[in-house]
């Protein structure tokens, strides 16, 4: 079956290259091409999609604010972050927002292709030097799990933004929350956690080699 392809990137000249990777394979088909988030997110209930390459940076919305509020609404659609920076904030706040997989758009058409692929048939395809950061940042930081246990997904999103240093606000704005909703998930937490602030919490969750 055709694997079926959108592409929402600003950059003309990236645009059209994508569109000539994705039609250069007999598997996949490009579905739709976007110039900005807006227009993406007004068509994307409507499209019959199965993965999405999303750049990065576009204008208005982020490609990571997009992630974050539509996934939840077609969890079958797979997000290909695309992006030309590999610095672990990115890549961190693209996977915690939805994304599947993280390319660096200097990879080859063919890498491209198979990444596509990867991802529709359950894998999480990332660039090289990608899969090297999310590796370091795990072996410089572990989660206890017995502590992991107690917490839901949501208050694992939130204590990780507070252990990037993240204020409630941020916070609230990143998950598309309200103030109050933040405070109430981090009381939560700490309850759970048996703790009364912040840095007692990250320091029972997070442990060092």
Request: proline share 2%; charged share 25%; aromatic share 8%.
């Given at each position: 079956?055709?694997?079926?392809?959108?592409?929402?990137?600003?950059?003309?000249?990236?645009?059209?290259?994508?569109?000539?990777?994705v039609?250069?394979?007999?598997?996949?088909?490009?579905?739709?091409?976007?110039?900005?988030?807006?227009?993406?997110?007004a068509?994307?209930?409507?499209?019959?999609?199965?993965?999405?390459?999303?750049?990065?940076?576009?204008?208005g919305?982020?490609?990571?604010q997009?992630?974050?509020?539509?996934k939840?609404?077609?969890?079958e659609?797979?997000?290909?972050?695309?992006?030309?920076?590999d610095?672990?904030?990115?890549?961190f706040?693209?996977?915690?927002?939805?994304?599947?997989?993280?390319?660096?758009?200097?990879?080859?058409?063919?890498?491209?292709?198979?990444?596509?692929?990867?991802?529709?048939?359950?894998?999480?395809?990332?660039s090289?030097?990608v899969s090297?950061?999310?590796?370091?940042?795990?072996?410089?930081?572990?989660?206890?799990?017995?502590?992991?246990?107690?917490l839901?997904?949501r208050?694992?999103?939130?204590?990780?933004?507070?252990?990037?240093?993240?204020?409630?606000k941020?916070?609230?704005?990143?998950?598309?929350?309200?103030?109050?909703?933040?405070?109430?998930?981090?009381r939560?937490?700490?309850?759970?956690?048996e703790?009364?602030?912040?840095?007692?919490?990250?320091?029972?969750?997070?442990?060092?080699?």
């Amino acid at each position: 079956m055709t694997i079926q392809v959108a592409i929402v990137e600003d950059n003309k000249f990236i645009r059209t290259t994508l569109q000539d990777v994705v039609s250069s394979s007999e598997s996949l088909h490009c579905r739709a091409i976007f110039e900005d988030a807006e227009s993406f997110s007004a068509q994307f209930m409507d499209l019959n999609l199965d993965v999405v390459l999303m750049d990065l940076n576009l204008p208005g919305n982020s490609g990571i604010q997009t992630v974050a509020r539509l996934k939840s609404r077609k969890p079958e659609v797979h997000f290909l972050m695309c992006s030309i920076s590999d610095d672990s904030i990115s890549i961190f706040d693209s996977l915690s927002a939805g994304a599947t997989g993280y390319l660096l758009k200097n990879e080859s058409a063919s890498y491209i292709i198979r990444a596509i692929i990867d991802v529709k048939n359950g894998g999480a395809p990332m660039s090289r030097n990608v899969s090297r950061q999310v590796v370091e940042s795990f072996q410089k930081r572990k989660a206890n799990t017995s502590v992991l246990e107690l917490l839901n997904p949501r208050e694992w999103e939130i204590i990780t933004l507070l252990d990037k240093g993240f204020r409630y606000k941020e916070i609230a704005d990143k998950l598309f929350l309200s103030f109050e909703t933040v405070r109430t998930y981090v009381r939560n937490i700490y309850e759970k956690l048996e703790v009364h602030s912040r840095t007692d919490a990250l320091n029972k969750v997070f442990q060092k080699n």
